[in-house]
Structure formats: C-alpha cells, structure tokens
C-alpha cells in the first residue's frame, strides 16, 4: 500500500512539473501574451484583428504590419466580444481594433456557443457566458485550459507556436489557376451552407451591440471591415445583405468596405472566400492604410 501512494506521488508530482512546464514555455505566451498567430507580446501591437477563419487563415501575416490577430476559426461575435475585452487591456491606449462584420456572420447558423470552450480561457467573470455554461462546466473549463497535457489540441497549439518561434513561412495554397465554373459551384455550395434561412440573426447582431458599447464606452477605435472574397463568391453573397454597413454608420462606426480588393487576384486566395498568406501580407497593409486615410 506504502508503495502503491508513493508511485501515485511520484505519478501526480511528474505530471504537475510537465504541465507547468509546458503551460509557462508554450500555452502561455501561446494563448495569453502573444496568442497563437503572433510573434511578439500583444503590447507591442498597436492593432488588433478579431474575425472568424477569414482572418485565422491569414495566421502571422500581418504581423509585419503591426497586426495582432485574435481570429479563430468559426468565431462568433460572442468570442469577439469576450477577445476584445481581454486583448483591448493589454495594447497601447490608442490601439484600434479590427472587427470583420461580412454577411455570413449574421446567418443564423453562427448562433450556439461557438467557440466558448476555447475562449473562455480570456474569461474571468463567468456572468460574461452563463447562459451557455453552469458554472461548474466553466470552472472546470478554465482549469483543464491550464492543465495543457489534458488539452485536446495540444499538438496543434504546440506546433503551430513552434512554426512562429522558427519563422517557418506556410504554404501559400492559391486557387490562381482554379476554373470559373469551379469557383462558382464552390461559392454556391458554400452559401447553401451558410444562408440555409434568410433571417438575420438576433443573438449576433445583439452581440455586436454589446462589442460597440464596450468600444465606445472603454475609448477604443472600433473599425468594422468587410474582407476581401473573390468575384464569383460575391455575385452570390451580395443577396444576403443584412443591412449592417448602414445600421454601422448610423452609430457612427467606421466601416472599411474591402470586398471587392482583389477580385482580379485569384492567386491571394485559398478558395472563393478566404484569402492565403500572401493575401494576408497584402490586405493588412492596405486595411491600416485605408484606416488612416478615413481618420483625414
């Protein structure tokens, strides 16, 4: 028995210095001080990026351009709200934040919890997400972030975090040479996705009330951008206009209209509605550019 609780010690007390270890080597700078798209500390950023995979797949790209990118795949405006609360306190104070508000992001098939499981790790107060956790799912949530052995993405947080460290350049996939009957089938296809209904969605719209009135209220510049897609994408999806652009500027919200940047640069693109790196590289330089033009 003796030699039984002392292997499970032994056992607890191994396992305690690698998860630290790793948490204060990798998921720390990884998830809280640089996330896992940027090379630097936040507060070295004067602008942060918040989107769902139209800005995740532009990764560390604009970097280069001083952009800090908070974007995660399938991001609702729930997670942005709850990023934007806990990056916006780490940047200098005259940061601007970078929100995209493109049509698909007010369907209603971006409603549920999104990625709360994942943000949550930026979340204190658990008032922020009651309705989608009892507090006792959140508490234990937060600890098991912390605990990075017991996290179902370790390998992909490691290396992508890696590939930053070594300033491994990705592969820029590009649909340069993809045919026009190809690009519109995948553009159709992608809209039956994502506009199954018509209707607007209230909880995102609700949503980016709440990220509007924490920017106004805390002084911090807001600007909503509409990301660049290809040609064939965009005949289809203008017929889904929720009217955001004019409910934005009607708050008094700068809004960057950059949909059509591209439309004659297929080789910026990994498909009909996301751009590749080197897509990235070109559109962060002129999303800061158009941002200080509108401020003259």
Known sequence: ????????????????????????????????EKYI?????????????????????????VNSNGIFNASF????????????????????????????????????????????????????????????YSKKEFYINKCTKRLPILNPEFNAIVEEYVSIKTNKVPESVSIKKSLKKDLIRAASDRIKYQFQKREQSKQQLSDLYKIIDYCVENNIKLVCV?????????????????????LLKEKDIEVLDLHDLFFNKNNYFRDQDHMNFNGGLEFSKILIESSKDNLK
């Open 73 to 132: 795949i399938s991001d609702n405006y729930h997670d942005s709200f709850l990023k934007i609360k806990y990056f916006s306190k780490k940047m200098p104070e005259n940061a601007t934040v970078f929100l995209s508000v493109d049509n698909h992001q007010f369907a209603e098939y971006r409603d549920g919890p999104g990625n709360i499981d994942k943000t949550n790790i930026y979340v204190k107060d658990f008032k922020s997400i009651e309705k989608v």
């Open 226 to 246: 509409k990301f660049p897609v290809t040609e064939e994408y965009w005949n289809l999806v203008k017929n889904y206009d929720y009217g955001i652009v004019e």
């Open 37 to 61: 798209y940027n090379a630097q500390n936040i507060s070295s950023y004067d602008y942060l990026l918040v989107s769902d995979s139209h800005g995740a797949y532009l990764k560390n790209s």
């Open 1 to 32: 028995m003796k030699q039984f609780l002392k292997n499970i010690f032994y056992f607890s007390l191994l396992f305690l210095i690698i998860n630290v270890t790793v948490f204060y080597s990798v998921f720390k700078p990884a998830l809280f």
